[in-house]
């Protein structure tokens, strides 16, 4: 921001400043005039300039050595001498302009490269877009709203706009965006950003955020607050908890001190209020005093005092030092011990100055814990915070190494986290609660010289580049003041601790030695097969190879975080546990529903307030403050919130919560995988659909031609997918089916003239009722042809049986007859050694939902593999940290990004039998790159609006409505009177479908999603008891005349999940796409201004823009069709 002839203008850091703090706009503009206390920058602001301009430099260096043009746009120069010259650099048509200036007010930029690219513009056939260089390893919203800015001024200077926009990150890799990703929210944030700086608030009252740290104006802000005793001064308060207090007339930290202790806050909970008026008060008190404060918390079972062990004099204690600047993405680079050997302190730091030696330094200090643990094995680990748990186990299978030490560590509880026992054991009068805090209450004030976590970092780099011995011991000193530290806060709790708590222990033997040693005979198996694949194998090879390692112990990794989750469910709040997906909280016995035998079992029924969960029938449930499976879920009902736990106990408690127990039975997909290394590692080609796959190479089908379609055009659809797929050779073949467009046709299709021509196929997918799906279109097309046929489903009692007429259900793999002409069933089946190469096709549906590790070993039973699915719908469900691409559902390693599958690597059905034009448009441009087309027959589905229709409905396509309310989360009564008021208008309606019949509108012809369960069971509360109300999971695969989509959340601060899961432009595209004539979609317009975390969510939120958007764009009102 800058005055500029009489004027303001403004810049992208102005637009980035407006979504991260509006107050730090107000003072920007106060600062233009008047004079304002500036925090000046310190050592590692200056170093991060200092590594950003010799990275900039270093980069234009490598342009001009590799032979390109460069214009340099002098500095020294007035602003707009400097825009002229830049308009006449890009006249030239030099290859890259460097340090380009724009100019359109009340907008400006300087670029660090305008790169002239092949798209033409008023500049001739050519145009520029804008590049960054940046010093971060990882795009970040800041960098993409720059961009955006500068994209936006340069269709001012070339009159087109710029297709893409490119970074360039510390790590040297260049990455490139489109633009029509960010749009949308671009333009929603630019336009209130000027609305706003029209006018801005005088009055504003500022909040703290994550920013304030980065904010040249945080030392004001600070004087402000301290000044007016503002809430944000109460330790470990949120800032929704402030808001709430606020509206209650709770502005100060004294006034909430001082809070009757029988006051009540609407909305906060009375457990939550109590801890932060407690807080408050002691904060007060030594205000008040100038003497620190402690208080005792009450006594919990498993919390607090609990949670420590009994002290064992050879416990360890643990801290770690990371360089976030170290290229290309960081480094853990000290593992800090502390421990007594025979009564004297030892000191153990192990060092990393590179990746290769940070692998290797975890090793050692992973072993070197194993090897203290084996000889004390009454020892334990303590450490203060989450980053070091945190860390090894990102480490562990990030790097592929100890993965096994790591989790036998964390199942035998040896890491003790004392923040956690400091949170629900005491309060003091702190501020806060790092240790920095509490050493205020048993340690004197440190004395070395590097003090902060921030200033080692600086210290490090400066030693990378001095190689002064003295740095690093500076940075010794410290990272032993950290781990000492925590050994005196440990006996500092000790001696707090009440005499009668008692020691926490393991609470059964899940770590048992004959269990570790399975383990580590696994790992040593991995890591020998590792050595085994990379062994004499060429450059090229190589990546493949390293993919192949990688899989090997997918699944054991998936399953590490359900047991984490299961130990994490000890210690967590019952806020935290309603808030976990896993867990169902604070249940209480159901007054209605006494206990009944079943069997040899009791089933309780408990009640349970309104959360969201993902618990199911027949999921093996734990209590929370136990490790122990205890039995089964027997019944849930969601809407009268009532579940059923069967359990062989004599009794259960009163109150409790519960959590998933882990189950799993991967044995015969992880055997299958090793089966394919031992194939992979003797060269002997055993299975070349997965290797051609797994190396990314194109499909291999007779006669095609090279780089040329594999659709021939002048044959139908099926015709030419039927001829595609019988000459495929030992290869493995995409086809994508986007909404409506036909897939499981087209599938079941060329299946039926596969066992018509004597081949014998499996059919699999992630779900039993994706695979039945699939099986009811290859009946009733072979029953249509005449075909009669042997199949078998594997299958489980209840909702997974197929009951077909020439498919049979089976329910053991002993029935399973491998000379079937169709085999159906899930990975579990198709990655057994009796199926390798029995079949000659597999088709693998919903495989944007499938693992690549599934991929590889349900693909050994067959010579071609037929993927079905699209990647843009509902993807994959992952819990683990996986290297590589190991992480990745099958289509994701396949399209790479990309919304569609080129032309020569697959099928893209590309025709919806479904939308209506005007939802199509929408769904083809944010979705599948614009190659996604209405069938002709779809202009002719329309609403038949009466005179009195609801102003909300249109004859066809998208329409946004704002709902304007606050405090909703996961239900949201004004948007369920909205969709109650469209819902009886809609049925008072008629509709023309596409063969022109008309009908009247019924519950059959709408479907209401919502995203969360709370709001489904309301909105089943007031609408029709037969209207189809779901999740979008619900009704993929369905579809309806017009779709109502509610999205719930009022705002930001009230998602209760991540973004990513509201705003995914997977479920989003699933549910509008449901649409054949019109989506209505609900929401507070106040989320499409949330601020956004990293890039992907920067594209979820630009896609719900995108809607608002579409939907301002002119549909036909009018009752009139004259097609109908």
């Known amino acids: ?111 660090d490269l305008l790169e002239r690219v092949n798209q033409p513009s008023l500049l001739g056939p050519y145009s520029y877009e804008a590049v960054d260089i940046k010093l971060k390893r990882t795009p970040e919203p800041s960098h993409i709203i720059q961009l955006c800015v500068y994209s936006a001024l340069l269709k001012q200077y070339q009159g087109v706009t710029p297709l893409s926009f490119s970074l360039v990150l510390g790590n040297g890799e260049k990455k490139t965006f489109q633009f029509s990703d960010f749009a949308q929210y671009y333009i929603t944030i630019q336009r209130q950003f000027e609305a706003y700086a029209t006018l801005p608030a005088e009055n504003f009252t500022p909040s703290p955020s994550s920013s304030c740290s980065r904010c040249k104006w945080q030392n004001l802000c600070n004087e402000q607050w301290k000044k007016d005793d503002h809430l944000s001064q109460v330790a470990n308060i949120q800032q929704s908890q402030i808001v709430k207090l ?126 203290h643990l084996k000889l004390h094995p009454n020892a334990h680990i303590y450490h203060y915070n989450h980053y070091e748990e945190t860390a090894i186990k990102r480490l562990a299978s990030s790097l592929g190494t100890r993965e096994n030490d790591v989790d036998n560590i964390l199942r035998g509880r040896k890491l003790v986290d004392l923040f956690k026992v400091v949170r629900d054991a005491i309060r003091t009068s702190e501020p806060g609660y790092s240790i920095k805090n509490l050493e205020t209450f048993y340690m004197k004030k440190r004395e070395g010289s590097v003090a902060t976590a921030m200033e080692s970092i600086v210290v490090y780099e400066h030693w990378k580049d001095t190689k002064n011995d003295e740095l690093l011991k500076q940075i010794s000193d410290y990272n032993e003041d950290d781990c000492r530290s925590t050994y005196l806060l440990q006996q500092w709790l000790l001696k707090l601790r009440p005499t009668d708590t008692k020691w926490f222990e393991l609470a059964n033997e899940e770590n048992s030695e ?73 249940l209480t016995p159901s007054l209605e529903k006494e206990p009944f035998k079943e069997k040899k079992s009791t089933v309780y029924s408990y009640c349970f307030p309104p959360q969201e969960h993902k618990l199911k029938l027949e999921d093996k449930w734990s209590l929370t403050n136990e490790l122990k499976k205890l039995g089964t879920i027997h019944s849930l009902d969601n809407e009268e919130r009532i579940i059923g736990l069967k359990t062989t106990h004599d009794s259960l408690p009163e109150a409790c919560s519960i959590t998933l127990y882990p189950s799993h039975n991967n044995k015969s997909l992880k055997e299958a995988l090793y089966r394919f290394a031992d194939s992979i590692i003797a060269r002997t080609n055993r299975y070349p659909a997965i290797i051609t796959f797994l190396k990314r190479e194109k499909p291999q089908i007779n006669n095609q031609l090279p780089n040329t379609p594999i659709i021939d055009n002048n044959k139908s659809i099926i015709e030419a997918s039927i001829n595609a797929v019988e000459n495929l050779q030992n290869s493995c073949l995409f086809i994508q089916g986007p909404p409506g467009a036909g897939k499981t046709y087209t599938s079941s299709q060329i299946i039926v003239s596969l066992i018509n021509s004597g081949k014998r196929v499996g059919v699999s997918s992630n779900s039993h009722k994706a695979i039945n799906n699939l099986l009811t279109s290859i009946e009733k097309d072979a029953k249509g042809k005449g075909l009669r046929f042997r199949g078998q489903k594997k299958s489980n009692k209840g909702d997974s049986e197929f009951k077909g007429e020439m498919i049979k259900d089976i329910f053991s793999n002993k029935a399973l007859d491998t000379t079937s002409d169709l085999i159906a069933g899930t990975a579990w089946l198709f990655s057994r050694e009796e199926l390798d190469q029995k079949l000659d096709y597999l088709f693998i549906d919903e495989a944007g939902q499938v693992s690549l590790a599934n991929f590889v070993a349900m693909g050994m039973s067959t010579k071609n593999i037929i993927l079905m699915g699209d990647q843009m719908q509902l993807s994959q469900p992952i819990k683990g940290t996986h290297p590589g691409f190991s992480r990745m559902s099958t289509l994701e390693y396949l399209l790479q990004d990309k919304p569609i599958i080129s032309s020569d690597r697959g099928i893209f059905l590309s025709t919806t039998w479904r939308m209506h034009e005007n939802i199509c448009r929408f769904i083809s441009e944010a979705v599948y790159d614009g190659k996604l087309h209405p069938e002709k027959d779809n202009q002719k589905q329309s609403l038949i609006l009466s005179e009195t229709a609801h102003p909300s409905l249109l004859q066809n396509g998208i329409q946004f409505i704002s709902a304007n309310h606050k405090d909703c989360s996961q239900k949201s009564e004004e948007e369920g009177k909205i969709i109650k008021e469209i819902y009886s208008n809609l049925m008072q309606q008629n509709y023309c479908d596409r063969q022109e019949n008309v009908k009247r509108i019924t519950t059959e012809n709408i479907l209401v999603v919502a995203p969360y369960n709370m709001q489904v069971n309301y909105l089943k509360s007031i609408l029709p008891e037969d209207a189809r109300i779901g999740t979008v999971d619900k009704f993929q695969g369905q579809e309806a005349e017009v779709v109502l989509v509610s999205m719930t959340t009022s705002s930001a601060e009230e998602l209760p999940r991540n973004l990513e899961f509201l705003y995914s432009k997977n479920r989003l595209n699933v549910a509008i796409s449901r649409a054949r004539t019109l989506a209505i979609i609900i929401a507070n317009p106040q989320l499409l201004e949330i601020p956004c975390n990293n890039i992907e969510q920067m594209k979820l939120v630009n896609t719900l823009c995108w809607v608002k958007e579409h939907s301002k764009k002119p549909n036909n009102r009018s009752s009139s069709i004259t097609h109908c």
């Not at 696994?522 to 990688?550: G, H, N």
């Open 514 to 586: 004959e269990k570790k040693q399975v383990q580590t005979d696994a790992e040593r198996k991995k890591e020998l097969y590792e050595i085994d694949l990379l062994k004499e194998t060429t450059e090229q090879d190589r990546p493949f190879r390293e993919l192949v390692s990688q899989l090997l112990e997918f699944h054991r990794r998936e399953e590490k975080p359900e047991w984490w989750s299961l130990f994490d469910s000890q210690e967590n709040e019952i806020d935290e546990l309603k808030d976990d997906l896993e867990c169902l909280a604070n």
């Open 1 to 111: 921001m800058r005055n500029y002839n009489n004027n303001i203008l403004f810049s992208a850091t102005d637009l980035n400043a407006f979504i991260e703090c509006r107050h730090k706009v107000l003072l920007n503009f106060k600062s233009l005039k008047t004079t304002l206390q500036k925090k000046e920058d310190d050592a590692h602001t200056l170093l991060l300039q200092k590594k950003g301009h010799e990275y900039e430099a270093q980069y234009i260096q490598s342009l001009k050595e590799s032979g390109c043009n460069i214009v340099e746009i002098p500095s020294q120069n007035t602003l707009e001498k400097r825009a002229e010259m830049t308009l006449d650099a890009m006249k030239s048509g030099g290859d890259y302009i460097f340090q380009a200036a724009l100019l359109k007010e009340p907008w400006h930029g300087f670029v």
């Open 246 to 371: 606020e509206n209650n007339n709770i502005q100060t930290l004294e006034s909430l001190a001082l809070l009757n202790s029988t006051a009540s806050i609407p909305k906060l909970s009375e457990q939550t209020l109590n801890r932060l008026r407690s807080q408050a008060r002691l904060q007060y008190n030594k205000r008040k005093t100038g003497k620190n404060e402690l208080a005792l918390l009450p006594p919990a079972e498993g919390r607090g005092f609990a949670r420590l062990p009994k002290p064992d004099p050879d416990d360890l204690f643990f801290d770690m030092e990371g360089d976030p600047l170290y290229l290309p993405d960081g480094l853990e680079y000290l593992f800090g011990f502390y421990y007594f050997d025979n009564g004297n302190p030892v000191f153990k730091p192990f060092w990393a100055h590179n990746k290769i030696e940070e692998k290797q330094t975890f090793q050692l200090a992973i072993d070197f814990i194993t090897t």
